[in-house]
Nanobody, 123 residues
Framework: QVQLVESGGGSVQAGDSLRLSCVAS?????LGWFRQAPGKEREIVTA????????YYADSARGRFTTSRDDARKTVSLQMSSLRPEDTAVYYC???????????????????WGQGTQVTVSS
């Protein structure tokens, strides 16, 4: 079981930036960032693999969000720019022992989850 702790959420204005961090202790193959807005299903935002550093971005994130790894700190970050009100959600990091074998990644493969961090974007 991987222990995951997210941080960096907050309340910002549209157009602002936020950086989320996920400290992951344990072994994983793919780490994903997900979000869930009120009344909506949890959706994947981005994912990054451990071995070959492949990255996936959902259409909603591509061009605005960047995910990166800091192996020394066991941290995966999500840099979010040009935030929009529709980005408002609880953001979770989660890990899978599988590689990015399908696009988009299958949420059912992600077995370890963090507690989530709230991101609120005001217009």
């Amino acid at each position: 079981q991987v222990q995951l702790v997210e941080s960096g959420g907050g309340s910002v204005q549209a157009g602002d930036s936020l950086r989320l961090s996920c400290v992951a202790s344990g072994l994983w193959n793919t780490l994903g960032w997900f979000r869930q807005a009120p009344g909506k299903e949890r959706e994947i935002v981005t994912a990054i693999t451990w071995g070959d550093n492949k990255v996936y971005y959902a259409d909603s994130a591509r061009g605005r969000f960047t995910t990166s790894r800091d192996d020394a700190r066991k941290t995966v970050s999500l840099q979010m720019s040009s935030l929009r009100p529709e980005d408002t959600a609880v953001y979770y990091c989660a890990t899978s022992l599988k590689s990015l074998y399908r696009i988009p990644p299958f949420i059912g493969d992600f077995r370890s989850w963090g507690q989530g961090t709230q991101v609120t974007v005001s217009s």
